[in-house]
C-alpha cells in the first residue's frame, strides 16, 4: 500500500508533476484520520482507558476513591483464595459443556441440511432463543429445575424418581447453569453450522453415497474434517460466551450459589466489585479473566492463520 | 427392504428426532405464555386461565415506563454505534492513513476485552462524572462494547466498494464528507441494517450495564426492572412470566423481521 511510504517521500522528493496527486492523498489522509476519530475517542476513553486502569488498581487495594499501591498483593491473595479455584472449576465445568453444546447443533444441523418437511421453520425455531435475554432464560429455567419442575415430572413419568432441585445443589447448581447454557446457544451453533454445510459440496455426498457409505460414516468422514472451521469458530464464540456473557443468568438463576457452586470468573468479579466493594481485587479478577479470554482469541488467529498458510 | 423406502424411513426418523428438538427448544415459550395467563391459584392447580397476572404486574411495576427506558438507551446506544462504525469503516476502508492499518487492529482487539475486566474503573470513571443513573452514561457503556464489532462489519463492507467510484467523486469535486453522504452510506444500508439488528437486540436482552449505571426505578430498563422483581420478595409465577413476556416480545418482533440480518452478521465472522 503506497499510503505506508515513509513521509520523507512527500517532502523531500516535491517533483511538479505529483504534487497535485501528493496533495489529494494528504487531505485523503486528513480526512480518514477525521472520519476515524469518533470511533477512536470512544474506544479509547472508554476501553483503552478502562483496560489502563483495571491493570493499574489491580495492583492496588482500592475502594473506588483512595488507592494504595500493594504490588502483586491482589494477586498473591488471589491464588491463595480456595474460592478462587472454585470459580476456576465452575469455568472449566463450562468449558467441559462445550464440546456438547457443538456436537449437538452439529448433528442437527446435519439432519435441517437434509430439507426434510419442515426444514425452514425447524430453523427459525431453533434460532428464537437468539432474541431472547438471559434474564428471561434464566427465569424459565428456575422453574424448569424446580422441585415440582418439568424436569422432574419428566423424570418421573419415565420412573426416575429425583425430586430435587439442581439448583440447590452446590455442585448440581453448576451442572443446570450449563445444561441451560447448551440449550441457548443450540440455535447460533446450528445456523452457523448450516451454513458451513451449504459450503459443501453435494457431488461429494452423492459419491460417499454411490461407494456405499451410511449415513454416519458421511457424517464423520466428510462432514466433520469439512467443517473444521465452523467447528473451530463456533467452538471459541461458544467459549468465550460461557466465559463473558453468562453474568445475567448466574443473576437469575442462582447468584452465584449455593456457596460459590456456580460463581465463574465474570460473576466473581461483579460479586468481589459491587457486593464486597474489594474494587482492587476484583479488578485483578477481571485482568486474569481478560488474560483467559485474550489467550483464547489469540490461539484461534493463530490457527485460522496456520490454517490459511 | 427396498432402498427406497429405507430412505422414507430415515426421513421419517429425521422429522421426528427434528420435532422433538423443536419442542425442547420451543416448550419454555409456551410455558411462559400459558403461565402468564394464569392467577397464582390457577398456577398451583395447573388449569383454568385469567388475565389477573396481567392486570398485577401492570401494578406492582411501571412497565410503561420501563420500556420507554428500554427504548431510550437501546435507540441511543444503536445510534452511537452506527455513527461511529460508519464513519470509522470509512476511514479503515477507503481513506486510509499512515498506520491506519494498526489502528484498525486496536480497534478490533477490543472485541476481546470482556465487559467484566474493565467494568469497575468504567463504572468509578462515570461516577465521578455524575453519570449514574443518567441514559447517557449506559448509552456510552453500550456503544463502546458494540463498536469494535460493528466498526469491523462495516469495514468489511466498504471494502467491497470499488474505489473509483470514490476516486471518480474526488475528481467531480465532491469533498470526503459528501461522498460519505450520498454514496458511502446509501449503499451500506444493508450493513447498517445488520448491525442494528444485532445491537438492538443485545442492548435491549443486556443487564451487568443497566444494574449498574441505570438502576434506580425511574430510570430502569426492562430488562433490570424484571431481574429487580425476581430478586423481590414477591414470588407469583404467573407475574414474572407475564412480565418475561412484555421484555421479550419487542425482541422477538425485531427477530422475526431481521432474521436473516441476524443470521448474516453472525456468519460474517467465518466467511471472511
Known amino acids: ?114 430439507h426434510v418437511l419442515g426444514w425452514r421453520f425447524f430453523r427459525s425455531a431453533y434460532f428464537l432463543p437468539t432474541a431472547i435475554s438471559w434474564v428471561v432464560i434464566g427465569m424459565v429455567a428456575i422453574r424448569v429445575f424446580a422441585v415440582e419442575g418439568i424436569l422432574n415430572n419428566l423424570l418421573a413419568a419415565v420412573g426416575i424418581d429425583l425430586q430435587t432441585n439442581l439448583l440447590s445443589g452446590e455442585y448440581s447448581a453448576m451442572l443446570a447453569v450449563a445444561i441451560t447454557f447448551i440449550w441457548s446457544v443450540f440455535g447460533t451453533n446450528t445456523i452457523i453450522f448450516i451454513t458451513g454445510m451449504a459450503t459443501l459440496d453435494r457431488e461429494i455426498y452423492e459419491a460417499a453415497r454411490v461407494d456405499g457409505a451410511t449415513g454416519f460414516t458421511t457424517f464423520r468422514k466428510i462432514t466433520i474434517p469439512m467443517l473444521m472451521r465452523f467447528i473451530q469458530f463456533a467452538f471459541i464464540l461458544t467459549l468465550i460466551t460461557g466465559f463473558t456473557a453468562l453474568f445475567s443468568l448466574i443473576f437469575i438463576m442462582t447468584g452465584g450459589g449455593p456457596g460459590f457452586g456456580s460463581t465463574t470468573l465474570e460473576f466473581y468479579v461483579y460479586q468481589q466489585g459491587f457486593k464486597v466493594g474489594a474494587f482492587g481485587y476484583a479488578a485483578a479478577i477481571g485482568i486474569v479473566l481478560f488474560v483467559v479470554v485474550f489467550g483464547i482469541s489469540v490461539a484461534q488467529l493463530r490457527l485460522f492463520r496456520s490454517r490459511l498458510d | 427392504m427396498d432402498p427406497k423406502r429405507r430412505r422414507r424411513i430415515a426421513r421419517l426418523v429425521m422429522f421426528a428426532i427434528l420435532c422433538v428438538v423443536a419442542v425442547i427448544m420451543l416448550f419454555p415459550f409456551v410455558l411462559m405464555i400459558v403461565t402468564s395467563f394464569r392467577s397464582k391459584d390457577q398456577y398451583v392447580a395447573g388449569e383454568g386461565f385469567s388475565l389477573d397476572s396481567w392486570s398485577q404486574l401492570f401494578a406492582a411495576v411501571p412497565i410503561l415506563t420501563q420500556l420507554r427506558n428500554s427504548t431510550i438507551v437501546t435507540a441511543g446506544g444503536v445510534a452511537l454505534i452506527l455513527v461511529v462504525s460508519t464513519t470509522g469503516g470509512y476511514a479503515f476502508s477507503k481513506l486510509t492513513f499512515k498506520g491506519s492499518g494498526l489502528v484498525f487492529l486496536a480497534v478490533l482487539s477490543g472485541m476481546m476485552i470482556p465487559m467484566q475486566s474493565i467494568i469497575i474503573p468504567v463504572y468509578v470513571n462515570l461516577a465521578h462524572l455524575k453519570g449514574v443513573n443518567q441514559f447517557w452514561s449506559a448509552i456510552i457503556v453500550y456503544a463502546a462494547l458494540g463498536a469494535p464489532f460493528a466498526t469491523y462489519l462495516m469495514t468489511t463492507y466498504y471494502r467491497g466498494i470499488p474505489t473509483e467510484l470514490i476516486e471518480a467523486s474526488v475528481m467531480d469535486g465532491a469533498s470526503y464528507w459528501q461522498i460519505f453522504r450520498k454514496v458511502m452510506l446509501p449503499l451500506a444500508i444493508p450493513a447498517i441494517t445488520t448491525v ?21 426505578p425511574a430510570v430502569r430498563t426492562i430488562t433490570v426492572g424484571l431481574a429487580v422483581l425476581q430478586n423481590g420478595r414477591v414470588v407469583s409465577i404467573p407475574m414474572l412470566m407475564a412480565g418475561s413476556l412484555v421484555s421479550a416480545l419487542p425482541a422477538i418482533i425485531v427477530y422475526l423481521i431481521f432474521q436473516r440480518n441476524l443470521i448474516q452478521g453472525l456468519t460474517m465472522g467465518v466467511n471472511k
Open chain 2, 196 to 216: 442494528a439488528v444485532l445491537q438492538v437486540i443485545q442492548i435491549w436482552d443486556d443487564l451487568l450495564v443497566g444494574l449498574l449505571f441505570i438502576n434506580d
Open chain 1, 1 to 114: 500500500m503506497t499510503t505506508t511510504a515513509t513521509p520523507l517521500d512527500a517532502s523531500s522528493a516535491p517533483a511538479a508533476p505529483r504534487r497535485r496527486r501528493t496533495g489529494l492523498r494528504r487531505k485523503q489522509h486528513i480526512a480518514g484520520v477525521l472520519f476515524a476519530l469518533p470511533v477512536l475517542i470512544l474506544e479509547g476513553t472508554i476501553l483503552a482507558v478502562g483496560l489502563g486502569q483495571a491493570i493499574y488498581y489491580s495492583f492496588t487495594r482500592w475502594d473506588g476513591i483512595q488507592s494504595t499501591w500493594i504490588g502483586l498483593g491482589n494477586y498473591q491473595r488471589l491464588f491463595a483464595d480456595m474460592n478462587f479455584w472454585r470459580v476456576v472449576l465452575n469455568n472449566l465445568i463450562l468449558l467441559a459443556a462445550v464440546p456438547v453444546a457443538i456436537l449437538i447443533p452439529l448433528l442437527v444441523a446435519y439432519l435441517l441440511n437434509e
